[in-house]
């Protein structure tokens, strides 16, 4: 697949620096930047946005995660690497991801689970790296981005 285009935020570089001091902000909570990573490629298997699982996959490597626990991301509960607040993580990826699916997306019960884990800084954290992930999913789909350019 050959892009359409630039990527919009390299071609608008204020967007870019904004969206660059927003992940700033989310990295800068404490918060695994291996849980953060972990939404960030389920939200992007679920979009089908090969860039960005490309980019997250590789980004995981570099955090030191398994390849067992890489390549199990997409069967998350069916498999035995990911801890209780990873997997509530990941299924608040999802939810948000698909938020048509159904009427409350991140009903009680979710919430309940992430409330377990996380406390509100980490949980606003983990919505926006889920919600500037799914920016970015739409944006590489939009212009056809492929998997392994670099920005």
């Keep these: 697949m050959q892009a359409r285009m630039n990527n919009p935020a390299m ?10 001091a927003l992940m700033k902000t989310i990295h800068s909570v404490d918060i695994p930047a291996e849980t953060l990573e972990l939404v960030h ?11 960005c699982a490309h980019y997250s ?12 626990k ?20 990941l299924e608040l990826a999802e939810a948000t991801t698909r938020l048509a699916d159904k009427g409350d ?6 919430w309940k689970r ?3 884990h996380y406390d509100e800084e980490q949980i606003a ?3 926006l790296m889920i919600g500037v992930s799914n920016l970015f ?3 590489n789909a939009v212009t056809r981005q492929p998997a392994g350019d670099t920005f």
């Design 70 to 89: 890489l390549w199990a991301v997409a069967a998350w509960r069916e498999a035995p690497f990911f801890d209780d607040g990873e997997r509530a993580a």
């Design 41 to 51: 490629l389920r939200s992007s298997q679920i979009n089908g946005c090969s860039f």
């Design 137 to 139: 999913n739409r944006v």
């Design 114 to 116: 992430i409330t377990e």
């Design 105 to 110: 997306a991140v009903d009680d019960e979710l």
């Design 11 to 20: 071609l608008l570089p204020d967007a870019f620096k904004q969206i660059q």
């Design 125 to 127: 954290a983990l919505t």
């Design 57 to 68: 996959s590789k980004q995981l490597k570099a955090l030191g995660t398994s390849d067992d």
